[in-house]
T-cell receptor, first 114, second 116 residues
């Protein structure tokens, strides 16, 4: 069974641009979460989607948005990029929304903002 | 709000040494506690978890016990190997937030390097 797939693996953008990252969950998983990982702040929760609906959102500005499609694939978008948005963005999936379910993480998209 | 504090390291050990990585937490409800491991260039993998007080999670020789009285979940391994070199993250999910608000709160991570 394929794991969580994130594309692209690496991305370089300049300030002010926007970017879209993609995440394909494990087959059969309907919940997708996004996390931002930086050396200074560590891992921070961005949002979670289930059945195409955002269920929870972390403390990030409105420039960060996401969506989920009917096949459970998810995208996150960051508009008007800032230098501080440089980070590893991790996607994680799980079967449903039970609190006891295990999260499976992808390898991430490394975003560099110049 | 919820928070996790873990020793940031880096930690450097010789093969077969004893490992302890300290983790303490603050939570408003009744959290589940986790240790995740991240190998270079990879995403996070769940190493072990404990869902209630006094539970012991264990996997691959690693252990951690949920101590409510000290709000701690320290990771231990009796004899580390070179292949254990990775970044280790302590995390919690607060069940009091309800299933609809599920998220993980992570510590900053501890880099472990094991030398042969």
């Amino acid at each position: 069974k394929a794991g969580v797939t994130q594309t692209p693996r690496y991305l370089i953008k300049t300030r002010g641009q926007q970017v879209t990252l993609s995440c394909s969950p494990i087959s059969g998983h309907r919940s997708v979460s996004w996390y931002q990982q930086t050396p200074g702040q560590g891992l921070q929760f961005l949002f979670e989607y289930f059945s195409e609906t955002q269920r929870n959102k972390g403390n990030f500005p409105g420039r960060f948005s996401g969506r989920q499609f009917s096949n459970s694939r998810s995208e996150m978008n960051v508009s008007t990029l800032e230098l501080g948005d440089s980070a590893l963005y991790l996607c994680a999936s799980r079967v449903g929304i039970s609190t006891n379910e295990k999260l499976f993480f992808g390898s991430g998209t490394q975003l560099s903002v110049l | 709000g919820d928070s996790v504090t873990q020793m940031e390291g880096p930690v450097t050990l010789s093969e077969e040494a004893f490992l302890t990585i300290n983790c303490t937490y603050t939570a408003t409800g009744y959290p589940s506690l986790f240790w995740y491991v991240q190998y270079p260039g990879e995403g996070l993998q769940l190493l072990l978890k404990a869902t209630k007080a006094d539970d012991k999670g264990s996997n691959k020789g690693f252990e951690a016990t949920y101590r409510k009285e000290t709000t701690s979940f320290h990771l231990e391994k009796g004899s580390v190997q070179v292949s254990d070199s990775a970044v280790y993250f302590c995390a919690l999910s607060d069940l009091n937030s309800g299933g609809s608000n599920y998220k993980l709160t992570f510590g900053k991570g501890t880099l472990l390097t094991v030398n042969p």
